[in-house]
T-cell receptor
């Protein structure tokens, strides 16, 4: 039973570039949430996707956008990258919006130079 | 501001000792969960306690919840070196779908 998988594991970009991160939810899950975790901090909620729609959004600018596909996988896109976007980006899946507990992937480590 | 705050920020103990971490939050919750994160990895769910529950056990873990004080504690008994990790509390409020995480407690268990 495959858990949550994220790709790539590491990524290096420069300021101003755009990045796309990918997530496949745990088998049987239909909801995907994205979190940003700065070094030494707790995860911060970015947004949640359910039934291919953004259901809830945290306090992140419009540079952060996402998408959910019919197979429940999801992408996180970040435009106009800033140095402060350097972080571990975590994807979590659950069954139905608000379902719990959430199952997390190992994340994508994004470094902005 | 964050909903949850863990205390202490860092904790170092010897193998075999008990470790206690605390979490305080600000608004009414539906439930509170504890997660563990090993260095460079994702979060692993440990235990969920609902707002109408006061205590739950899972193996060597014991979680308490005091909604009047808006606080929770996680006790790890007979700690092992493998328990070395960061521990986070996450609250699910009565509205909304997301979970709010605190900054975490970094636990080091020395052999």
């Amino acid at each position: 039973d495959a858990g949550v998988t994220q790709s790539p594991t590491h990524l290096i970009k420069t300021r101003g570039q755009q990045v796309t991160l990918r997530c496949s939810p745990k088998s049987g899950h239909d909801t995907v949430s994205w979190y940003q975790q700065a070094l030494g901090q707790g995860p911060q909620f970015i947004f949640q996707y359910y039934e291919e729609e953004e259901r809830q959004r945290g306090n992140f600018p419009d540079r952060f956008s996402g998408h959910q596909f019919p197979n429940y996988s999801s992408e996180l896109n970040v435009n106009a990258l800033l140095l402060g976007d350097s972080a571990l980006y975590l994807c979590a899946s659950s069954l139905k919006a608000g379902g719990q507990p959430q199952h997390f992937g190992d994340g994508t480590r994004l470094s902005i130079l | 501001s964050q909903q949850g705050e863990e205390d202490p920020q860092a904790l170092s103990i010897q193998e075999g000792e008990n470790a206690t971490m605390n979490c305080s939050y600000k608004t009414s919750i539906n439930n509170l969960q504890w997660y563990r994160q090993n260095s460079g990895r994702g979060l692993v769910h440990l235990i969920l306690i609902r707002s109408n529950e006061r205590e739950k056990h899972s193996g060597r873990l014991r979680v308490t919840l005091d909604t009047s004080k808006k606080s929770s504690s996680l006790l790890i008994t007979a700690s092992r070196a493998a328990d070395t990790a960061s521990y986070f509390c996450a609250t699910k409020m009565n509205y909304g779908q997301n979970f709010v995480f605190g900054p975490g407690t970094r636990l080091s268990v020395l052999p």
